[in-house]
T-cell receptor
Framework: GDSVTQMEGPVTLSEEAFLTINCTYT??????LFWYVQYPGEGLQLLLK?????DKGSNKGFEATYRKETTSFHLEKGSVQVSDSAVYFC????????????FGKGTMLLVSP | EAGVAQSPRYKIIEKRQSVAFWCNPI?????LYWYQQILGQGPKLLIQ????????DSQLPKDRFSAERLKGVDSTLKIQPAKLEDSAVYLC????????????FGQGTRLTVV
């Protein structure tokens, strides 16, 4: 079945540091890929998405590129801020049938001033 | 555009009691999901509706959990009787289509079973 594997956290960084959160997936067919963010006490919000190979999703300084050859969708940001502290979830959804949105376990990011 | 609405935000019950959660999806969204998120874990799909029909309930503990989607719009998720391990955040989400499109989430209901 479909699955998503994320690096374990927490990831602890100082403000303005470079961020990478690794995400790899297993899926039948060619899924759409997503990063969701969950701030403390809030629901999940879509951060960015990519629907086909080599697409780059970007939003709020975050980027992720859909790499079919390595089945990866790593999240990056050049300079993190304290306000980026949250839990980040990688997810996929296949593009056939009644496809389920499948999540990874999440990676907590803690940014200190 | 209004988002996904859920109620209540918080609920505390004793084990063996029953509880119900309500979700109103974004207008026009055909697909509705209920997820269970245990502390420190990723969301786990409980049930997925397409309009008012169930398309995936393979991970729903059917001996105690039930869900319905009234007229293909609002949905309720019920637990009866609750167990301690049901303590979690229950997330409702909706999406326009059934493939490839992103899902929009409500703020969730935090359930504590004591």
């Amino acid at each position: 079945g479909d699955s998503v594997t994320q690096m374990e956290g927490p990831v602890t960084l100082s403000e303005e540091a470079f961020l990478t959160i690794n995400c790899t997936y297993t899926a039948t067919g060619y899924p759409s890929l997503f990063w969701y963010v969950q701030y403390p006490g809030e629901g999940l919000q879509l951060l960015l998405k990519a629907t086909k190979a080599d697409d780059k999703g970007s939003n709020k300084g975050f980027e992720a590129t859909y790499r079919k050859e390595t089945t990866s969708f790593h999240l990056e940001k050049g300079s993190v801020q304290v306000s980026d502290s949250a839990v980040y979830f990688c997810a996929l959804r296949t593009n056939s049938g009644y496809s389920t949105l499948t999540f990874g376990k999440g990676t907590m990011l803690l940014v200190s001033p | 555009e209004a988002g996904v609405a859920q109620s209540p935000r918080y609920k505390i019950i004793e084990k063996r009691q029953s509880v119900a959660f309500w979700c109103n999806p974004i207008s026009g969204h055909a697909t509705l999901y209920w997820y269970q998120q245990i502390l420190g874990q990723g969301p786990k799909l409980l049930i997925q509706f397409q309009n008012n029909g169930v398309v995936d309930d393979s991970q729903l503990p059917k001996d105690r959990f039930s869900a319905e989607r009234l007229k293909g719009v609002d949905s309720t998720l019920k637990i009866q009787p609750a167990k301690l391990e049901d303590s979690a955040v229950y997330l409702c989400a909706s999406s326009l289509g059934s493939t490839g499109t992103e899902a929009f989430f409500g703020q969730g209901t935090r359930l504590t079973v004591v």
